[in-house]
Each structure stands twice: as structure tokens, then as C-alpha cells.
């Protein structure tokens, strides 16, 4: 039984526990099809229900619509606040609204859901149905999208569009659950949802929702009716959120007429204006008989929405409820976006912080931290492989990798003294076919002329100098000034004897060897190598020229004479000598020289590809990997741009 001071059937209590409490909205329409038999009060519910005597002790009012009104009161043996919703006092009477009143606790009575307020108890008093509900505390989801709309910082910040897309997604798989049990609600709009402080979501006023049956009531306008509110004479519903098929009326409402309203719902929540606009009750009703996706997908790029949700909205709201889809796939597709969101949003923070980390360890580059920044960079680049800063990063740290870490100076002078070693025994190799060479020249001598016997020795030492070199794991800087010496000495020995001029191709061949030890010589040894080979050559021919030496040639009737030192040969000896050493010499430089451009080419090759792939790794970088790269400030660490 509901009791309470001085409150009678016809009259109204003053409001209580204004704002912190907002309103449950009440909302009834005319439905003739769905009356109940009621003959008086006792039996209009169609229940037998009877409440205990003084159990409800009212203390308050919330709200009322066209149909009921909503008060504030205490269950006393449970001493607890609750919602008593009961019809107006004026429709005592009125059949059909207390049929509707009727529909509305058989209904929110049977739907065991969070999203749906739970009932307590259902009765009359006073011949006036009524029904007791949860009384439920937050704000009504229109309140809070209006205040979003002028700008409110607080609101916005409370209201974010995570916070509200959870929500609305709860929102959604409360009428799932509706649908589920036959249930469609016909009137849902932000009006009807309430958020609660703690995660609650309620879908509210269930005063029109149809069983399994629907309503074939055309909807009439009210002539200067806002048009986000319900008229509870004639509109089944609300035309700012209605479906096509619904202001059409003539046609069974089916599910997809709800999840039309939570499209608009969602458009709402994602640009924060009306997918609706219209200001009276005619224009929404007509503006909704048309189709709704140009002026969403207009609305939604100013605003920037993700292409997710756009899409969504766009299926939502389609003209054609066939082509809608379900309030569960539209509940789990706004999850799996949040879903995704949150592993975005961590995977780039956990990838910051991870860039950060490579950024410290290489301002600390005196440290040897290079491997840990490029582990924690390639970390960064996995968790976010759209995202080029991390990359960008890398792709400097491995091009710069010599200027990152004290130990890559370590590491490359091993790998140096390795590639010394192989010079010095290709060196040997190279001798070869100088040995062959001084051969043919003693054939060509018809003997060993005591002439060339110091270029032989000089031969000789510097094989035995290389043999030996080969055999270190580390070849020391001071061997070459051991080893250009005796090559030179060699070189310049046979120039003496043949001339300057007679046998270059032994100049050349004397030369191999220290062409490949000295592949891998600094500057400064390379320098003092050249000065060498050029003076192998032109130290003996100046030593003739100024009559030091013996000249090995003169001018004889307008012809160049060679005259060799020391030995005579025959014109054809002769001929088969510098036959045979253009073979020997053609043959040595196409084997040694090729291997050595072979080498090249090959390195070449493995930095074009490492260039080319942290080009198409980092897009951006691709015009500076293309030339050479800038020179860094010496101690400078890489900088990410």
C-alpha cells in the first residue's frame, strides 16, 4: 500500500532532491489494439498483486509525463528510497491507458537485464495502478550530449567519446536483450538513457514498447511539438530518432527500428549534433522519410570521425531495415573498436617509452649502449610498425653506428687485421706470375746474368717476408714499410738492367704484390707507396740520364736502341719474351684485378640492399639513404626527427 502526508489521488507532490537525481522520463501514446479488460481498480492491472499495507511511505517527486507521474519513496520494512510510478489521476478511468500502463510493468517486469530498472512490486492504490522500481541515480544521456554541444569543459572531459561509446555499447546490448525476448522499445532516444556515476546504463520508459505486435497507428504530428520529445496522444515514438518505416506507419515495427535509433544515438555521440535537426515534430517526421546517410557522412568528415564508426553509423541508419544490423552486432563491433583502441593507445605508449629509453642510452653512446637502443628500437618499431619515428631512429643509428658506440671502432679493426691477412696472402699469390716473368727472363738471358741476380734475392726476401706475414693473426702497420721497400728494390733492379722503358709489364707484375697488401693500408701508407712505385721507375731512368748508370738506350738513325746491361739475347728470344709477358701480364690482371672488383662490387652490393631496405622501412629517408649521408657533429648522439 502507498501511503504519504497529505498526498491524494488528484494531486501533485512538490519536486524533492532536485538535481544530483534526474529525472526517470515517462512517456505514453494511444494504442488501441493492446487494451486490457478493466472493470475497476482492483483488477485494471490484470494482476493480484496487493502491496502491504503502509509499505510505500512517499516522500518526494521525480517526474511526470502525459501518462504517469513518478515520486520518491521509502519501503519501509527494507527502509530503502525507491521510484513508485503511478498513472495520473485523470486516466483513472481511461481503458486503454491503463492498458498501456499494464503493457509497460508486464514488460519491464520480465526483462531481467542491467540496462532495464528492475521492479520491486506492482499494484493499485486508491484505484490507481502503480509500480515500484530501483531508483536509479546519474544523468539522462541528452543532458549530457548538451552540454558537450555548448563546450562544457567538465562534461567533456567526464564524457569523453571512450566513455560514452562503452556506454552506448552497454546501451546496445540492453535492447540485444530486448529483442531477444520479442521486446522492441519503439521510443529510444538520449531522453530515455540514463548513465549512472559508477558504469550504470539504463534504458528507460518502456510505455510504448510492443510484444511480438505491432502498432499500425499512422504518427500524427503536433502541430508546434519539439521534435525530440514524445507526444503521448498520438506519436509512437520520437521523430528525431525515428526509422523511416516508422513514420510510416502501416507495418509491423520490427528490431531494426530500434537499431535505426541507436545509429542516430551513436551519430550523436560521435559528432555531438542531431542526425535529425529538425525543431518541430512535422520536419523531423518528414526529414526521417528520407534517406539519412548523405547528410551523416557530410556531418561525420567535418568532425573527423574514425572510418570504423563511420561505416557503422552509415549500416545503422541505412534506408532499408534489411540492410541494418543487428543490436548485437552493433554492441560487439563498437567493443571490438574499443578493444583495438586501448591496444592502440598502449601499444604506442609502451612504444614511446621505448624510443625514450633508445634516446637515453644513445645520449650515454660512451657507454657501449648501441645493441640495447637498437633492441629497444626495433621493440618500438614491432609495437607500432605505422608509426615512423622509432624507425627513422633505427635507420640512423645503423647508418651512424660508428658514431654510437666506442666499440664498433674495436670491432672494425678486427675485422680490418682480417682483411689484412687475405691481402698479404693474395700478395703471395700475386708473385706468381712474377716468378714466371723473372723465368722467362733468365730463358731470354741464356742463363742467370749476375745483373738481375739482386732483383732475384729481392724477390725471394719479400716471398719469405709475406710467408711469414701470413701466418700472424695480425698483420702490424710497421710491415709494410718492410715489405714496399723489397718490392720496390726488386722492381728497380730489373729497371736498371732493361731500361726504363723496355719492360713496364715487369714493373707492373713487381707491383701486384704490393698492390694487395696495400688494399687494406691507411692514407698515409698508400701515400708513401705510390712515392715508391714512381720512383722504381724514375729513379733508375734519371740515374741514366745524368750518366750515373749506363744508359740502357739511345737514339740510333732516328730508332730507339734498348741495350739490356749485363746480358745479350737473340731478336727472337726477344720476341718470345714480350709475347709471353703480355700473356702473363693480361692474365694476372684479369685474374687478380677482377677478383678485387669482384670483392668491391660485392660490397657494394650488400650496401645498396641494407640502404635500400631502410629506405622502404623508413619512406622519409629514402632521398637522404639514396645519396650520402650528412656528416654528424663529432659526440653528437642520433636524433629521431
Known sequence: MVRGKDIRRDATPEPAHAGADAPVPVAASHDPEETLPATNAHTSLGLALQSQPGRFELIGHLDQGGMGEVLLAVDQPLARQVAVKRLHARLEHNLEQRARFTREVRIQSRLNHPGVVPLFEAGSNQGL????????????????????????????KRFDQFRLLRDFSRLAWTVAFAHSQGVVHRDIKPSNVMLGDYGEVYLLDWGVASERRGDISFVAPVDGAPAELTDPRHALGTPAYMSPEHTRGGADLQPSSDVFALGAILFEVLTHKRLNPASGANEAIQLAGTPAKPR????????????????????????????????????TSIERFLADRVDSEDRRERAGEKRRQAIELLARRGEGNVLAALRALNHASALTPDDDDAQTLLARVLLRADQADPRYVEELGSRLQAHRTDAVRWSLRAMLP????????????????????????????????????????RVPDWHYYVSGPLGALAAASLTVVAGPFALPPLGVLAHFPLLFMNSRAGRRMRAI?????????????ALQLTGVLPSSYHMENGRFVITPIGFQTSPDHLWWFVAGGCLVLTMATLVFLGRMSQQMERAQRQLFAQRWVLSKMVPRLGAQLGA????????AAPQAT
Request: with cysteine; proline share 6%.
Open 529 to 541: 707507396q705510390i712515392t715508391i712505385a714512381l720512383a722504381t721507375i724514375y729513379v733508375p731512368f
Open 296 to 331: 551523416a557522412l557530410e556531418l561525420m568528415a567535418t568532425t573527423h570521425v574514425a572510418d570504423h564508426l563511420q561505416d557503422l553509423v552509415i549500416r545503422a541508419t541505412a534506408f532499408a531495415p534489411e540492410d541494418r544490423p543487428s543490436a548485437r552486432e552493433l554492441a
Open 129 to 156: 495502478p502503480y509500480f515500484a522500481m530501483k531508483r536509479v541515480r546519474g544523468r539522462v544521456l541528452s543532458e549530457i550530449l548538451a552540454s558537450c554541444r555548448l563546450g562544457d569543459e567538465a562534461s567533456l
Open 434 to 473: 712474377v716468378a714466371v716473368f723473372v723465368g722467362m727472363l733468365v730463358w731470354l738471358a741464356g742463363g742467370l746474368p749476375l745483373a738481375i741476380l739482386p732483383a732475384i734475392v729481392s724477390f725471394a726476401l719479400l716471398a719469405a717476408w709475406l710467408t711469414r706475414a701470413s701466418r700472424q693473426a
Open 628 to 635: 650520402s649521408e650528412p656528416a654528424t657533429s663529432e659526440g
